[in-house]
């Protein structure tokens, strides 16, 4: 089992396999049950879209964290660039996604190889309509297929609610957050089933 993973992982890296392809879905979008939002892996392409969702997402959303101060919110928005966003897409030890309803990007979400989620946003106007739920499933699903049966990530203040009834849990004390708020380690353990969005 443990040689099939890493045959597995290095298959992945060299871009020799797409994740999709794994569960016979090769470049096929997977669609939300009763809505059209579709989540996708991510393009170069995508990246202004994707970059403008993240910052509104933190501006309009995140008021938990930042408290509307002007220079948190700068310093926070300050990592979350167009050149960020785009080599993040680019980075082959980064899996980054996209939530479409149409044209538009209304979410977006990535993984490292080693089962860390470093993004989950979505567009202020697709708030609570199971976007985030969605993108983590997926989040979740990738992290399992390369081998992992874990996810970790650090959650705001916003989300931490969010995370809490996805099944993650908090280890260790809050943290200073970016803002105001604290942040939270927290992780999940992964079970198969998590492959079906
Ligand atoms: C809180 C947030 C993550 C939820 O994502 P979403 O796409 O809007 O919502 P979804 O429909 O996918 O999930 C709904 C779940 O959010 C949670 N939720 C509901 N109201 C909430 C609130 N006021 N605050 C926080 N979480 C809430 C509940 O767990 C709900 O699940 P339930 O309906 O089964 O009870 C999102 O709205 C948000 O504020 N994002 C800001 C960006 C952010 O902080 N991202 C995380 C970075 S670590």
Redesign the pocket.
């Known amino acids: 089992m443990a040689v099939a993973e890493s045959h597995l992982v290095r298959r992945l890296r060299s871009g020799s396999v797409e994740p999709y392809s794994l569960f016979g879905l090769a470049n096929t979008p997977r669609r939300l049950h009763h809505c059209s939002v579709q989540i996708r892996k991510a393009s170069v392409e995508d990246a202004v879209e994707a970059c403008q969702v993240v910052r509104r997402?933190?501006a309009e959303?995140?008021q938990a964290?930042h408290q509307d101060d002007p220079i948190v919110l700068e310093k926070w928005l300050s990592n979350n660039t167009f050149d960020n966003m785009r080599s993040w897409i680019a980075d082959p030890d980064s899996y980054v996604v996209v939530a479409t309803e149409g044209a538009a990007i209304i979410?977006v979400g990535a993984i490292t190889f080693s089962g860390e989620?470093t993004?989950?946003?979505?567009s202020p106007d697709?708030?609570?309509?199971?976007?985030?739920?969605?993108v983590?499933n997926q989040l979740e699903a990738r992290a399992l297929e390369l081998g992992n049966n874990t996810c970790a990530?650090?959650?705001?203040e916003?989300?931490?609610?969010?995370?809490?009834?996805?099944g993650y849990v908090q280890f260790g004390p809050p943290e200073p957050g970016i803002g105001k708020g604290s942040s939270y380690r927290m992780v999940k353990q992964l079970f198969p089933s998590a492959q079906a969005v």
């Open positions: 997402s933190i959303l995140c964290d979410g989620i993004l989950n946003y979505v697709a708030r609570f309509r199971g976007v985030s739920k969605a983590l990530l650090t959650s705001t916003t989300a931490r609610r969010f995370y809490l009834s996805a």
